[in-house]
């Protein structure tokens, strides 16, 4: 750069930062949709806990912005877990319903694994952290999909939308009183 004047050196820095700029826009990640995570069902305080912190962990690192539970966001997430033990192997069940901004649900997330564990309560950190992160690939997923769309609050009810309806006309040599044709 060094024959390069001051202005073509700045229009260089320019260019390379509005590529740059492009390159994020086009990648199909979940970034700029905010999602709540509400409440976690079926699990005592410290799992609770810990698990919301591998979830937030897990966010970040897939680029999901997760805000807290009273903040304004597109998506909001309610998750219910559960155990069950057959034939000696204990199975984490789990469930992560997405709602609208209208609360409606727009995607039921579901699952089951196998954890080294008999009980929610004796989890580990290492099983949290996997059930997190398969969660939140699952959620960044849902969400990269419904980026493209418009938030429910962007478009209008059904109810705000006029009514339309059909106008009588007599129908075309017909006796006017008897007979009408809808247009």
Request: glycine share 6%; aromatic share 4%.
């Amino acid at each position: 750069m060094t024959g390069m004047t001051r202005a073509g050196r700045l229009a260089a820095i320019m260019l390379t930062a509005a590529l740059g700029a492009c390159q994020s826009s086009f990648s199909g990640s979940p970034e700029g949709i905010p999602v709540a995570l509400e409440s976690i069902d079926g699990a005592p305080a410290p799992i609770r806990t810990a698990l919301a912190d591998e979830l937030a962990n897990a966010a970040t690192d897939r680029k999901v912005e997760l805000v807290g539970a009273t903040a304004e966001a597109r998506y909001r997430v309610r998750g219910y877990l559960s155990t069950s033990t057959e034939d000696g192997e204990t199975r984490l069940a789990y469930v992560w319903d997405v709602f609208d901004s209208q609360k409606r649900r727009a995607k039921r997330l579901e699952g089951s694994r196998p954890v080294p564990a008999s009980s929610i309560s004796s989890l580990d950190k290492e099983a949290l952290a996997k059930l997190a992160q398969a969660s939140m690939d699952e959620i960044a997923r849902f969400l990269s999909a419904s980026k493209s769309e418009p938030a429910a609050s962007d478009v209008p009810a059904m109810a705000d939308a006029p009514l339309q309806t059909a106008e009588a006309q007599p129908a075309a040599g017909e006796d006017d009183e008897n007979k009408v044709a809808m247009q």
